[in-house]
């Protein structure tokens, strides 16, 4: 577990970030079920609270489904967002309460898949979209496989440093995604790297040409670079949440082959890989980024 010393944020610029923390404590006190309720409200009130992100969904949404109309695209916003607000509960009560609150709702088919790709002694890559249930994730993985992390680190010290805490109680090791070196040492070491490559990224830090729901974006090629380096197994992993937060489904899916003499079309396997697991799902996948930002000045970009 990585240390948190409280006393190096008691500075009134992380009030705010502390208050949020104290939120999350009360919000875990009450009953399960309760705290996933208030989630939904949340999310709910967070939908017309910041309009700023929910044109982003929308826009996200609309490339997504072009097919749909506005109040189609405006209803899956909601749903997008109460899910969100499930997230919040969910990530007050794996921070503040056992991770045995949440065990007896989850179920992790595919277990034997992961179990027989790490007895080959190969590092594996576990390969997984931003689903909402990103952080439940972590702890239900963890609680049985030592796994390490790879994370995007926050801008606020405050909230990063209590993340980097937090989610040291369930996973064995967490990986800056700049830090190739580090996930491809645990890979040689036979270890379990868990990977999320689905957020826009830029030339500069690897970001190649790739389609993305048939719009043009650039796409982390870390996922193929590093699986051609250690030769690790990639195993697909999905996510799946009940509309009320009552069961919690983990699919491990079987190893998939990348093309690893062509990283652009490896990479666009990948993209393809999460597009057919979020259209089975779409209200449970993190909209609110801006996926689409266009991959050169020649492409127009729709979040203006």
Known sequence: MVDFVWRDYLSPKHWPTLLGFSIFWLL???????????????????????????????????????????????????????????????????????????????????????????ATGNGVILLQAHFSTIELCGAAMGSRWPIAAVYDTPKNPLYAAYLLHQRGRHLVELIENRDIRKMVKRLRQGGIVWFSPDQAVSRARGGVDTTYFQQAVLTSSGTARIQKMTKATVLPFVPHRSEDGSRYTLEILPAITLDDENIEAATQQVNHLFESQIVYQPEQYFWVHKRFKPPTTKHPNPYQ
């Open 28 to 118: 875990s006190r009450l009953p399960l079920n309760t705290q996933l309720a208030i989630g939904r409200s949340l999310g709910s009130l967070l939908y017309y609270a910041i309009p700023a992100r929910r044109k982003i969904t929308a826009t996200n949404l609309s490339f997504a489904y072009p097919d749909d109309t506005p109040t189609q695209i405006a209803a899956l916003s909601k749903r997008v967002y109460r899910h969100i607000g499930m997230a919040a509960a969910e990530t007050a009560s794996l921070w503040f309460r056992p991770w045995s609150l949440f065990a007896p709702r989850v179920t992790i088919n595919g277990a034997n898949v992961l179990d027989d790709a790490v």
